[in-house]
């Protein structure tokens, strides 16, 4: 115990070598003219809907026979894979080959875009759950899926209502189900990682599973909040080394997060 609390301690006095989230981008680069506006109003947009329309409409028929959980998560996986098929913007994987999928563990991915979603859904090779705010509850479809596929909702405004999710939750992690998080709480405004939220990693603690760093790379200037505008190009996923929680207690949990996101950061300023 002491020697995973001495370890966390050392890695929150890392610095980053740089902060910036990906390499500069020149301002042809960053110009994306009205070409790119018509055909993500007129063909990725579209087809996104439909996708999610279509398949949310017979998930539900389909969730009645078999493994509920099973099921809804292979046609969240089919959505993903059709709208990444779609807009045009490959994802280069790296690290996921130093994690043991075989084994629970808490998955922390920075937050910038809603797209961030379809890319863990195609490229994460095992079956998840995910955290999400309660707000998304009320979205049509989408709102009705995390709810029957088992999804954990937690109510930042009144965490009181979120306990029967999280003790099933926290069940799952015990019983093998790897558990996906936004530590930030919501998609960044502005693309720069947010401070995480606190309690974010009493899940991991409790269960005293690892934690794997995620840094989704590119996502943000992809699609940034309160825009419909897909601006395809590459995109990373870029998987960090586990952090152990072995031994840790909940009043271990700030350090705990600084270490996760000093892991997150570092990840995101590699080259």
Not at 166 to 190: N, Q, Y
């Amino acid at each position: 115990m002491q020697e995973t609390k001495t370890s966390l301690a050392e890695s929150t006095r890392e610095v980053a070598s740089t902060r910036d989230a990906t390499p500069a981008l020149s301002k042809s680069e960053l110009h994306y003219g009205w070409g790119s506006r018509l055909r993500s109003y007129l063909y990725f947009d579209p087809l996104i809907w439909f996708y999610t329309v279509s398949l949310g409409l017979l998930a539900v028929p389909a969730s009645l026979f078999g493994d509920k959980g099973r099921i809804l998560h292979g046609f969240a996986s089919l959505w993903s894979r059709l709208i990444m098929g779609t807009i045009s913007s490959p994802v280069t994987v790296t690290g996921l080959d130093k994690i043991d999928t075989t084994k629970p563990c808490v998955y922390a991915v920075n937050h910038a875009s809603a797209l961030d979603i379809p890319v863990l859904y195609t490229y994460l090779p095992f079956q998840f759950r995910i955290v999400f705010k309660s707000e998304l509850l009320s979205y049509p479809i989408i709102g009705g899926h995390l709810k029957r596929s088992g999804q954990v909702c937690i109510d930042q405004q009144n965490p009181s209502r979120s306990i029967a999710d999280i003790r099933s939750a926290l069940k799952g992690l015990k019983a093998g189900m790897p558990l996906v998080i936004f530590p930030e709480g919501g998609r960044t405004p502005d693309g720069e990682l947010k401070p995480f939220l606190p309690g974010a990693f009493f899940l991991a603690i409790k269960a005293q599973v690892d934690v794997v760093p995620v840094a989704l790379v590119g996502t943000f200037n992809l699609l940034p909040m309160n825009t419909y505008h897909i601006k395809s190009r590459p995109l990373e996923m870029r998987v960090g080394s586990p952090i152990p929680t072995t031994g840790l207690k909940g009043h271990d949990q700030d350090v705990l997060s600084a270490t996760v996101r000093q892991s997150i950061e570092d990840l995101l300023s590699s080259r």
